[in-house]
């Protein structure tokens, strides 16, 4: 740099003036061969300071950096025309006559210009006064926040081992925290922190920080420049993003579908392919805004609301820029009206863009965790949408869940009306495929709790549901009645019953029937038993035998005269009721009472 007299790398400094304000400023490099360069330190400032020379004037890459602060969106703008100890003041003039005409058609027409030089002083002390006044509007970085730190250089310091250095866009990093370098997705640890050379115990947004990690990435020499230091579980690094694309005029670029492209997005660079949703579909932006899909050849980490530059592939020039609307988008080759409304909604920020975001994320719905990297700033989770045990979704998904749910139990009633409902197991299939694994529980228990539903032990039905039997199938179980009401405590095996009886196709629900509603009682090895019957055989064996203690089948058989293929199942019936005691192959009777 200093052989060639031109910055080429990212500078670092800080600039602490009078009057409370901090400054982190990052000195990029000015020459067109550097512009990726330039980029890597550009993003995520508030104010910019631009630098002009007075001897030299408005030049090519002048123009190009102003596109690509007006790109990302940076509010504040300075300009300092240097050198101006070396022409005299009417070219001083035209110069700035320049500047202006240059700056006309953009936010910055009335952006402060202060005449400098760094050889005599001219200028400085007005200079400091005019950075301090162009930082006032700019807002105050969310401290507790997801923490990001887009990585811009990586180096090793003896002692301390690998560092990274960045801007820390958002949140908080604290020595000995456990955070996650991606798009590699390995974890390390932070054993030390720097904040403009000085070390703290914690880095807030805003400021230069200089991070000091160890880790399996860090040994292993996974990290570069373009990587991102994060804290959340909830970053994921992204192959697909749908973007606000916006053309620079004046360029003689245009942009159309399957154009490779270089996507410029904090410190890194990947190459893409775009895909446009233009309304009218032809494919080309020649012109204005369109929705758009990135098609990332290398992972990106973004969230919704960053900005991000396009450069041409070959000549490398900067053609294009936008926000990141979907950071991990769905692969999309043309656009549903509902996914272009959602999207416009996001586009426009504010309180729709919570319920655009949920509305997109259907039936997978929005972990409250992801909230922060998907909803732009200004919009909160409860600005649209119902939260299902942490889980977002729209109002349109849960009742039409809802609906699912209910058809479901319905359709069961009609095909099995014998049936005391519908198993939970297969209610909860009701729901698409690509439904949140949690959400069909979730939508049973908001059913069960509204009334709509009801639970019985492993079946849910409809309040309205009353089994009834058709007349042959109260015949059928007029005839049961009758047998296990004859046979008492002795009554047949399914396979035992009158042929009539046991070919009856409604023979296996009309039981169920029945012992649902307490006609029959299910013992063991295959028997039903009259539940009368076994009622009263239970009070007889606590009246009779209540208080003694290591009684075998045949003391039971003086209160039971049953066979032992009766008395087995009987027994183990009484055993699960308390009436019996099991021990060492005896039972025991607790006395009545």
């Not at 820029?321 to 959602?342: H, T």
């Not at 319920?355 to 909803?375: C, H, N, Q, S, T």
Request: charged content about 25%; glycine content about 10%.
């Amino acid at each position: 740099e200093r052989r060639r007299g031109i910055t080429i790398e990212l500078g670092f400094a800080r600039f602490s003036p009078e009057g409370g304000h901090g400054f982190g400023v990052v000195d990029v490099p000015g020459h067109e061969g550097f512009i990726r360069n330039m980029l890597a330190g550009a993003t995520g400032m508030d104010v910019v300071l631009l630098v002009i020379a007075a001897d030299e004037g408005v030049m090519p890459q002048t123009r190009e950096h102003l596109a690509i602060v007006r790109l990302l969106r940076i509010q504040g703008l300075v300009v300092a025309l240097t050198k101006v100890d070396l022409v005299d003041p009417e070219w001083i003039e035209l110069v700035e006559e320049d500047v202006r005409d240059l700056l006309q058609d953009t936010p910055f027409r009335d952006c402060p210009m202060v005449r400098t030089s760094a050889v005599d002083g001219t200028g400085i002390p007005e200079l400091i006064d005019t950075l301090t006044a162009a930082a006032q509007p700019a807002g105050r970085r969310v401290a507790d926040d997801v923490a990001r730190l887009p990585i811009d250089r990586v180096f090793t310091v003896e002692g301390a081992g690998t560092v990274v250095t960045g801007t820390l866009w958002s949140g908080t990093l604290e020595s000995g925290q456990t955070v996650r370098v991606l798009p590699v997705d390995e974890e390390a640890r932070i054993r030390r922190l720097q904040v403009h050379g000085a070390d703290v115990a914690h880095a807030q947004a805003g400021q230069r920080t200089a991070v000091a990690l160890t880790g399996a990435a860090i040994r292993r020499g996974l990290i570069d420049r373009g990587h991102v230091v994060v804290d959340s579980p909830a970053w994921a690094a992204s192959h697909m993003m749908t973007v606000d694309l916006e053309l620079l005029e004046g360029t003689g670029w245009v942009v159309q579908t399957g154009q490779r492209v270089r996507v410029h997005l904090g410190t890194a660079e990947v190459m893409a392919r775009v895909v446009l949703f233009t309304a009218g579909g032809e494919g080309v932006l020649s012109h204005g805004s369109t929705l758009a899909q990135l098609r990332l050849e290398s992972p990106l980490v973004a969230r919704a609301g960053d900005r991000f530059v396009l450069r041409s592939y070959s000549p490398m020039t900067t053609i294009a820029g936008g926000s990141v609307l979907e950071a991990n988008a769905p692969k999309r080759k043309r656009l549903a009206p509902a996914e272009r409304s959602a999207l416009e909604d996001i586009r426009k920020g504010g309180r729709q863009a919570a319920a655009a975001v949920i509305r997109l994320a259907g039936w997978g719905g929005l972990p409250a965790a992801e909230a922060p990297l998907r909803i732009p700033s200004g919009s909160g989770l409860a600005d649209g949408g119902v939260d299902l045990n942490g889980i977002w979704f729209a109002e349109d998904v849960v009742e039409e869940g809802c609906g699912l749910l209910l058809a479901a139990a319905e359709a069961h009633h009609g095909a099995h009306p014998l049936d005391s409902g519908i198993p939970l197991e297969r209610l909860r299939t009701a729901l698409p495929a690509g439904a949140h694994p949690d959400l069909a529980e979730a939508l049973i228990r908001r059913l069960l709790a509204e009334g709509r539903l009801v639970a019985e032990g492993a079946f849910a039905r409809l309040p309205t549901f009353r089994r009834a039997l058709s007349e042959a199938q109260s015949t059928l179980r007029s005839a049961l009645t009758s047998v296990y009401r004859e046979a008492g405590l002795q009554p047949p095996a399914l396979d035992e019953l009158p042929g009539v009886l046991r070919r009856d196709s409604d023979l296996e629900p009309v039981l169920q029937v029945m012992v649902d509603e307490g006609d029959l009682a299910a013992l063991g090895d295959g028997f039903l038993v009259w539940r009368v019957a076994l009622d009263d055989a239970c009070r007889a064996v606590a009246d009779q035998l209540g208080g003694r203690e290591g009684l075998g089948p045949a003391d039971f058989r003086e209160v039971l005269p049953v066979t032992r293929k009766h008395l087995i199942p009987i027994l183990a019936s009484m055993d699960a009721k308390g009436v019996t005691v099991r021990r060492d192959g005896q039972r025991d009777v607790p006395p009545p009472g």
